[in-house]
């Protein structure tokens, strides 16, 4: 099993330009999450999926978008990038005790 | 107050000691705990969990709650230099999808 997987490992983007980072977990998890982490600020979240067919927002949703592709596929989009999205962005699924296993991340400059 | 405080240390300790991390959280309606491991530049790891009062121990890690006085620590026994990371306290709240993490204490173990 790979766990969780996200693409790309490293991103640099211009303001203004929109990307979308991908997440596809084969632990058969119903919840997703997708998180940004900042130096000093922790993990921070921006979006959930609690099962198949439904997103709710997070902590610091401002920015971004996401789509639930399928129960394996959480997706989430910047459609303009700015300078303040540049961060590591995790994506994670939830077991059956609650516990978070997360992705390898993504490393976003925005410049 | 933030909902999920650690130290973020760093915290130090000699190699074969017993390393002491400490979190306090402000919701008494908090059901689970986790602790996880992050190394630089890596993604947070799953250390162990806990639900109930008490003790839980996995090999040299031991989780005490105590939810009358709102705290749960990890205890890391015969540390060792490669146990050097920053561990984060996450928090469950009661009927919630979502974990509450903390920042993170800092652990150095000293050859």
């Known amino acids: 099993n790979a766990g969780v997987t996200q693409t790309p490992k490293f991103q640099v983007l211009k303001t203004g330009q929109s990307m979308t980072l991908q997440c596809a977990q084969d632990?058969?998890?119903?919840?997703m999450y997708w998180y940004r982490q900042d130096p000093g600020m922790g993990l921070r979240l921006i979006y959930y999926s609690a099962s198949e067919g439904t997103t709710d927002k997070g902590e610091v949703p401002n920015g971004y978008n996401v789509s639930r592709l399928n129960k394996r596929e959480f997706s989430l989009r910047l459609e303009s990038a700015a300078p303040s999205q540049t961060s590591v962005y995790f994506c994670a699924s939830t077991g059956q005790n609650y516990e978070q296993y997360f992705g390898p991340g993504t490393r976003l400059t925005v410049t | 107050q933030k909902e999920v405080e650690q130290n973020s240390g760093p915290l130090s300790v000699p190699e074969g000691a017993i390393a002491s991390l400490n979190c306090t959280y402000s919701d008494r309606g908090s059901q689970s705990f986790f602790w996880y491991r992050q190394y630089s530049g890596k993604s947070p790891e799953l250390i162990m969990f806990i639900y109930s009062n008490g003790d839980k121990e996995d090999g040299r890690f031991t989780a005490q709650l105590n939810k009358a006085s709102q705290y749960v620590s990890l205890l890391i026994r015969d540390s060792q230099p490669s146990d050097s990371a920053t561990y984060l306290c996450?928090?469950?709240?009661?009927?919630?999808?979502?974990?509450?993490f903390g920042s993170g204490t800092r652990l150095l173990v000293r050859p």
């Open positions: 996450a928090v469950k709240k009661d009927s919630s999808y979502k974990l509450i």
């Open positions: 632990m058969n998890h119903n919840s």
